[in-house]
C-alpha cells in the first residue's frame, strides 16, 4: 500500500467544496490584492492567537524578513537562532543586515537550548529568533527571562506551530503571542496550508503593526507616498479565501494529528534502535512533522522508499555548516546536538487524512528494517 508523506489531494477532496465556492466569489468581485478576505483572516487569526494585531504577507520567510527590518539592524549587528531549522530563519537575518550566531538544541525537542542561549550573547546581540520546530513550543519563559535580563528582542518563528500552546504559569499561551512579534507560513505543506504561498505576522504592538503594514506595501501607508522603503508582499486574496475556508478545520486537524502521533508512539515504545520524538508535558503539540531519531537512518529511508512509503529528512545539514555561511566560522563539531540529528531524524507520515491501514503500513515498515 503506497503512503505519501503528505496527502494534500486527499484534503482537497473532503473540502472542495468549500473552498471552491469561496475561490469564485474572489474571482467574480475581481479584487484580488488585499480584499476584504485578506483582512477576515487578519482578524481571525488575530483571535486564534491571542493577539491584537495580525498583517498578512506574501510568504512565511516575508514574515520574518520585515520583522527584522523594524530592528534596524547595523552591520555587526548579530541574531541568534538556532542551526536546526529551515533555512529562512537565518537567511532573513542576513538579508536584514545582520550576522547570524547560530546556537545548539536540546535533543529531546529539537528546539533551542536556553543555556547555549545565554552562552552565546555579546555585546552585539540584538535580537533572538526562536523557533517552535515541528509543531512545539520552545520554553519561552525561560527564553524571555534570558532576553529581558541582557534587553533583547525576542521573534518567534512559528511557521511549523500556527495552533501550538504552552502552559505557563498556569496559563495556555499560544505561538507567536509571547514575545516583539509572531510569524506564520502558509506554505501548502504546512498545518494550516494556502494554494500557494503566503505568511503572516502577528503582534500585541500597535505602533508595530501600522510599521508592517507599511513595510509590506512598499513602505507607505497611503499610495504612492512613502515614508520608507518598503517591499511588495501582500497575500493575495484568492489565497486568504483558500485560508479561510481551511481556518474551522484546523483544531480538527490538529487533533487528528496528536492521534496519529500517540499510535506512532506506542508501536515504537522500548525499541533499541528507535527514539520516538518527545513531548513537553508543558505543551500542546500539533506535529507538523512526526519525526524520529534512528539508527541507519538513511538504509531505513530508501527501505521506507522502495516499499512505496513517503518520509522526510528535516534537516540533513545544519545551517553553522552551509556553504553560504562559512565565512562565519563554525565547523563540523561545533554544534554537536545539532550534527547528531542531522544524521538520525527521519520524518514520518502524519496528517489527518492518513488512515489506519496507511499507518499499519508504516509501522510494519520501520520494524521489518531492524528486524
Excluded at 530508501?302 to 513517503?310: C, K, T, V
Amino acid at each position: 500500500m503506497p503512503v505519501p508523506l503528505l496527502d494534500l489531494v486527499g484534503q482537497y477532496q473532503a473540502i472542495k467544496d468549500e473552498v471552491l465556492p469561496a475561490l469564485l466569489r474572489v474571482v467574480e468581485r475581481q479584487q484580488f490584492i488585499l480584499g476584504e478576505e485578506v483582512g477576515q483572516l487578519e482578524q481571525a487569526l488575530a483571535e486564534l492567537c491571542e493577539c491584537r494585531h495580525a498583517i498578512a504577507c506574501a510568504s512565511g520567510t516575508d514574515a520574518l524578513l520585515l520583522l527584522l527590518k523594524t530592528l534596524d539592524l547595523k552591520p555587526g549587528d548579530e541574531v541568534i537562532s538556532p542551526a536546526f531549522t529551515f533555512f529562512a530563519t537565518a537567511g532573513t537575518i542576513h538579508n536584514a543586515g545582520g550576522t547570524p550566531v547560530f546556537i545548539d538544541i536540546d535533543p529531546a525537542s529539537f528546539n533551542l537550548d536556553p543555556a547555549a542561549l545565554e552562552a552565546a550573547i555579546t555585546g552585539r546581540t540584538r535580537a533572538i529568533m526562536v523557533v517552535h520546530l515541528f509543531g512545539q513550543m520552545a520554553p519561552m519563559e525561560r527564553i524571555l527571562a534570558i532576553a529581558e535580563k541582557h534587553g533583547l528582542t525576542v521573534i518567534e518563528d512559528a511557521a511549523q506551530s500556527i495552533g501550538a500552546r504552552r502552559l505557563i504559569d498556569g496559563r495556555w499561551r499560544t505561538a507567536g503571542s509571547l514575545a516583539y512579534a509572531g510569524t506564520f507560513s502558509f506554505f501548502p505543506t504546512k498545518n494550516l496550508g494556502g494554494w500557494g504561498d503566503g505568511g503572516l505576522m502577528v503582534t500585541q504592538d500597535a505602533a508595530l503593526a501600522e510599521r508592517l503594514r507599511r513595510l509590506r506595501t512598499h513602505g507607505g501607508a497611503k499610495q504612492y507616498f512613502h515614508d520608507e522603503v518598503g517591499f511588495n508582499s501582500r497575500l493575495d486574496t484568492l489565497q486568504a479565501a483558500v485560508l479561510l475556508a481551511k481556518l474551522p478545520h484546523l483544531a480538527g486537524w490538529s487533533a487528528a494529528r496528536r492521534r496519529v502521533a500517540e499510535r506512532y508512539t506506542a508501536a515504537f515504545a522500548d525499541h533499541p534502535a528507535i527514539a520516538a520524538p518527545i513531548a513537553d508535558p508543558a505543551n500542546e503539540h500539533i506535529y507538523h512533522q512526526y519525526t524520529l531519531r534512528v539508527e541507519r537512518r538513511d538504509g531505513l529511508q530508501a527501505h521506507l522508499r522502495e516499499r512505496g512509503i513517503g518520509t522526510g529528512v528535516y534537516y540533513p545539514l545544519g545551517l553553522h555548516l552551509q556553504p553560504c555561511f562559512a565565512h562565519l566560522g563554525y565547523r563540523l563539531g561545533s554544534l554537536p546536538a545539532t550534527e547528531a540529528a542531522t544524521r538520525s531524524v527521519i520524518s514520518l507520515p502524519v496528517y489527518p487524512e492518513l488512515t489506519l491501514a496507511q499507518q499499519d503500513t508504516v509501522i510494519a515498515g520501520v520494524k521489518e528494517f531492524y528486524q
